[in-house]
Nanobody
C-alpha cells in the first residue's frame, strides 16, 4: 500500500524557516510525480511545489522562498520554507501521482496523499 507521512510543521514567527518532510512507502520516486499542496481554512487546496521527471516547479507565491528536494536513499521528500509570512499559514500536504504536465498543479491529479502537517506563522 502507498503511504505518505508528513512531519515538521509548527508555530513560527514571520521571517522564520521550517523544513517539512514526507516519508514515502509503497512507492519510490522513480516513475512518479511528488509534490506539496497547502490548504488554509475556508480556501481550496492549492499547489505549492512539485518534482516531476527531474524538474522542479513552484507556485508564484512561494518561488524564491521555498525549495523542494528529495533523498533517494531515505525515500523522503522535503520542502524547505524560508522567510515565512502569515499568508503561508495552512495545512501542508504531500502527494504523489502520475499527472501529465498540464495537470500537474491540480490537486485532483494526485492519487496518494499524506495526512497533513500544520504550519502557523504568527507574531
Amino acid at each position: 500500500q502507498v503511504q505518505l507521512v508528513e512531519s515538521g510543521g509548527g508555530l513560527v514567527r514571520p521571517g522564520d524557516s521550517l523544513r517539512l518532510s514526507c516519508m514515502l512507502s509503497g512507492i519510490t520516486f522513480n516513475g512518479y510525480t511528488v509534490g506539496w499542496f497547502r490548504q488554509a481554512p475556508g480556501k481550496e487546496r492549492e499547489f505549492v511545489s512539485a518534482l516531476r521527471q527531474g524538474r522542479t516547479y513552484y507556485a508564484d507565491s512561494v518561488k524564491g522562498r521555498f525549495t523542494i528536494s528529495k533523498d533517494n536513499a531515505k525515500n523522503t521528500l522535503y520542502l524547505q520554507l524560508n522567510n515565512l509570512a502569515p499568508g503561508d499559514t495552512a495545512v501542508y500536504y504531500c502527494a504523489a501521482g502520475t499527472p501529465i504536465l498540464s495537470s500537474m498543479r491540480a490537486h485532483t491529479s494526485y492519487r496518494s496523499w499524506g495526512q497533513g502537517t500544520q504550519v502557523t506563522v504568527s507574531s
